[in-house]
């Protein structure tokens, strides 16, 4: 008997993967997580039945949600990740050598658990042995409301926008990141596919806007994402992902990256027609 994975990305359209066996089944007291093992893309995490990220084309989005503020930063000393229970986006933190602390606030612990057991690749920074991480489990608006003018970076590593994510993507949640940053803080979150998700977008920048001075989209191409066409929204207090963008730093980056480089950066700012339009002011 063959066993396949469907997730619906419309009611009509989908993806299907063939699961070869389940790693782990769940429920925390916040979502159902589920880890299997795919032929075609590895092992993969579920949360409420959706794909989050796969083995094999994890590194394109914690490439993406990562470096592009890292290197307009020019010194992201203090780094917070709110989500990102599985480790990814922590790995390519730690990457970048004038990154004092990298924070990880994942308000579900079973996530982070089952990543480190069975997603040793992915989570090899949030196991508990490296002092440049820290570990919080507790809910991301509660933490940063206690942690003001601290972050040079902020990252919303959050699933979409149900369930326990429902709040960060509200205006009221961007005010709090940006008190929560320092006076040239930067803050990145992935804001749904410009293909299948105008409406979504259209409020996110929105209530974005009405709280940043500058406000961009960018996007990477990941395969098991709806559409296999992503986006992340920019954030900044101060500093323009291409306007201040240390190509020369970039290029000089000194460490590995599978999807990202400094010609990449610059390109992923450049959007299709019907993605500016969906963001338009």
Known sequence: ???????????????????????????????????????EYGKMMLLDGLVMVTERDEFIYHDMIVHP???THPNPGQVLVIGGGDGGSVREIIKHPGVELATLCEIDGLVIDKSVELRPGMACEIDGSNPRVKLHVDDGLAYIREHQNEFDVILV?????????????????????????????????????????????????????????????????????????????????????????????????????????????????????????????
């Open 157 to 281: 590593d959050s699933t979409d926008p149900i369930g326990p994510a429902v709040g960060l993507f509200e205006e009221d949640f961007y005010r709090l990141v940006y008190s929560a940053l320092k006076e040239d803080g930067i803050m990145v979150a992935q804001s749904e596919s410009p293909f299948y998700h105008a409406e979504i977008q259209q409020n996110m920048y929105r209530n974005l806007r009405a709280v940043y001075p500058i406000v961009e989209m960018y996007q990477a191409f990941i395969p098991t994402y709806p559409s296999g066409f992503w986006s992340f929204a920019f954030a900044s207090k101060k500093y323009h992902p291409v306007k201040d963008f240390d190509r020369r730093r970039a290029a000089k980056r000194g460490f590995y990256t599978k999807y990202y480089n400094e010609d990449l950066h610059l390109g992923a700012f450049m959007l299709p027609t019907f993605a500016r339009e969906n963001i338009a002011e």
């Open 1 to 39: 008997m063959e066993l396949w994975y469907t997730e619906k990305h419309s009611e009509n359209v989908g993806i299907t993967l063939k699961v070869t066996e389940t790693l782990f089944s769940g429920k925390s007291e916040f979502q159902q997580l589920d880890i299997v093992n795919t032929l």
């Open 69 to 71: 503020a890292l290197f």
